[in-house]
Nanobody, 123 residues
Framework: QLQFVESGGGLVQPGGSLRLSCEAS????????VGWFRQAPGRERELLLC????????LYSNAVKGRFTISRDDAKNTAYLQMNNLKPEDTAVYYC????????????????WGQGTHVTVAE
């Protein structure tokens, strides 16, 4: 089955950090752009950041600007989301998915969705 496998979520206090991982399963990551998304309870899923192989990273959500960073290690077939200075409003299920390029960040164009990893930011 072609999909991403996300990991690294958990419970963290406000102000803390987490690094999420997103490993490609059944396909090679290096030709794809990778996007990190999240869906908070009662809210729609939103695209946060995307990184293509040749064009670097793109920010799609100002809510994470300056706090979250996307990176990738194609040799490990894995992308990462470094999350710093976490806030309670960052509580959500985090997903990654792939597209041919980041472009306008149209969610319907992304594929190979994983099951997500839960992040809870609370005291």
């Amino acid at each position: 089955q072609l999909q991403f496998v996300e990991s690294g979520g958990g419970l963290v206090q406000p102000g803390g950090s987490l690094r999420l991982s997103c490993e490609a399963s059944g396909f090679t990551l290096d030709i794809w752009a990778v996007g990190w998304f999240r869906q908070a309870p009662g809210r729609e899923r939103e695209l946060l950041l995307c990184m293509s192989r040749h064009e670097g990273s793109h920010l799609y959500s100002n809510a994470v600007k300056g706090r979250f960073t996307i990176s990738r290690d194609d040799a490990k077939n894995t992308a990462y989301l470094q999350m710093n200075n976490l806030k309670p409003e960052d509580t959500a299920v985090y997903y990654c998915a792939a597209d041919a390029n980041c472009g306008l960040g149209v969610q319907e164009a992304f594929e190979y969705w994983g099951q997500g990893t839960h992040v809870t930011v609370a005291e």
